[in-house]
């Protein structure tokens, strides 16, 4: 998925003409602490509601601090949502040649994630802790078709111990023996969310054990 695949063009572009408080209203209005200055197709810079703060409101744009912070159509998702993160930003305009195509936001990659990406299917998620010269997807795969399920949606992060935290959707909630055989085979379970079948399992363990308690 490319950048150009999640262009929206509802926010409001600004001009370097406008004032301070125009720019502080629709940034109000729209729920976003970043904008752009376009002249004629052309990107001049975004601007961060932070340093129009610090001017008065009769003041105009052009002598407000601009951010050269934009991304080429062509740029994978990913790397989107990295420099939005290092950029701290809520949306980032998307510049080809210096000409101004559009804005992505937090909605826009939400709202793939959701659709595209797996994370909004019906499904439970599963997150392992594994070392790194344990990793391996093939496995993980394997453990999980061999009981007639999917992965379908797959991250991984790596923590300061150099452990590995695998996050897994998968297409069902019945997670039961998919969750065995990750402990046959020394998989660590850190949690996993949205499976009443074992979750009912474990509840009535617990119910089991308080009772038992009662008794003795």
């Given amino acids: 998925m490319r950048a150009q695949k999640l262009l929206t063009f509802d926010l409001p572009l ?19 602490a970043h904008l752009p200055i376009v002249v004629e197709d052309q990107f001049q810079g975004l601007i961060k509601e932070e340093d129009l703060l610090e001017h008065e409101d009769t003041a105009v744009l052009a002598e407000v601090t601009t951010y050269q912070i934009s991304v080429d159509p062509n740029l994978h998702l990913y790397d989107v949502v990295a420099q939005m993160s290092r950029a701290e930003v ?11 195509m559009g804005s992505i936001d937090r909605g826009a990659i939400m709202s793939f994630l ?3 990406a797996g994370w909004g299917l019906e499904g439970s998620t599963v997150i392992l802790e594994i070392t790194s010269a344990k990793y391996s997807l093939a ?9 007639s399920t999917q992965i379908t949606s797959f991250n991984m992060t790596q923590k300061d ?51 038992y308690l009662e008794t003795d």
Avoid: H
Avoid at 14 to 24: E, Q
Avoid at 90 to 100: A, E, N, R, S, T
Avoid at 166 to 188: G, M, P
């Fill in 14 to 32: 600004l001009l370097p003409i406008d004032k301070v408080s125009r720019a502080i209203s629709l940034m109000d209005e729209y729920k976003v």
């Fill in 114 to 116: 959701t659709k595209e």
């Fill in 139 to 147: 496995e993980i795969s394997r453990l999980v078709e061999e009981n």
């Fill in 161 to 211: 111990s150099g452990a590995l935290i695998v996050t897994i959707k998968l297409n069902t909630t019945k997670i039961a023996a998919i969750l065995s055989s990750f402990e046959r085979f020394d998989y660590k379970i850190l949690t996993f969310f949205n499976s009443p079948e074992v979750e009912d399992e474990l509840r009535s363990k617990f119910d089991a054990f308080m009772r």
């Fill in 90 to 100: 809520d949306i980032l305009p998307v510049v080809f040649q210096g000409k101004y």
